[in-house]
């Protein structure tokens, strides 16, 4: 139990369905992120929010919306997916030190999506 | 841009034998290095970190050295468990815009057979 939870674990989902993903973290950090793990590639860093405000897109496709309501909780909308979008969609906070210094990212246990 | 790599996978040894999971990395900064498991069915679980040269991170028997001359952080363990099976992610963080940003090597499949 790392602090991180996402719901749901799993999700089908058709290519014409609307569905979202939630993420919420227990810890008491201000940085929270989204990634993609798909088969056989790297995790790839898709979005991050420091303090509510997204600071990175990472070339992500509009059929993905994030929206951080607040530090704890962090939301992935998904519409009009493709198979090829079916992955492990893992969430991760941290905690920003005002000094700058790196520190460590928290991951919850994924939402595994399938996309027919 | 920053990258790793790591050891190819899939990795099956047998209980209490030594392992060994190498990675190498390439940044243009200093970055802090990390060792994530993931076991089956599960997110990522921060395994250890070395946040300067020389440090060694250790956890659960697993150790890894920050070594800056030869930009390596491997994994070792001197005698692993079954328990041990899972796929085991090197990374490296970056600052971006005050979020730390993670750069991950492509994971190797480690399996321990009793």
């Known amino acids: 139990e790392t602090g991180v939870t996402q719901t749901p674990r799993h999700l089908v989902m058709g290519m014409t369905n609307k569905k979202s993903l939630k993420c919420e973290q227990h810890?008491?950090?201000?940085?929270m992120y989204w990634y993609k793990q798909s088969a056989k590639k790297p995790l790839e860093l898709m979005f991050v929010?420091?303090?509510?405000?997204?600071?990175e897109n990472n070339s992500v496709p509009s059929r993905f919306s994030p929206e951080c309501p607040n530090s704890s909780h962090l939301f992935l909308h998904l519409h009009t997916l493709q198979p090829e979008d079916s992955a492990l969609y893992l969430c991760?906070?941290?905690?920003?030190?005002?000094?700058?210094?790196?520190?460590?990212?928290?991951f919850g246990p994924g939402t595994r999506l399938t996309v027919l | 841009g920053d990258s790793v790599t790591q050891m190819e996978g899939p990795v099956t040894l047998s209980e209490e034998a030594f392992l060994t999971i190498n990675c190498t990395y390439t940044?243009?900064?200093?970055?802090?290095l990390f060792w994530y498991v993931q076991y089956p069915g599960e997110g990522l679980q921060l395994l250890l970190k070395a946040t300067k040269a020389d440090d060694k991170g250790s956890n659960k028997g697993f150790e890894a050295t920050y070594r800056k001359e030869t930009t390596s952080f491997h994994l070792e363990k001197g005698s692993v468990q079954v328990s041990d099976s899972a796929v085991y992610f090197c990374?490296?963080?970056?600052?971006?815009?005050?979020?730390?940003?993670?750069?991950f090597g492509q994971g190797t499949r480690l399996t321990i057979n009793p």
């Open positions: 990374a490296l963080s970056d600052l971006v815009q005050g979020a730390q940003k993670l750069v």
């Open positions: 940044a243009t900064g200093y970055p802090s």
């Open positions: 810890l008491g950090h201000n940085a």
């Open positions: 991760a906070s941290s905690q920003i030190p005002s000094s700058g210094r790196k520190h460590t990212q928290y």
């Open positions: 929010y420091n303090f509510k405000e997204q600071t």
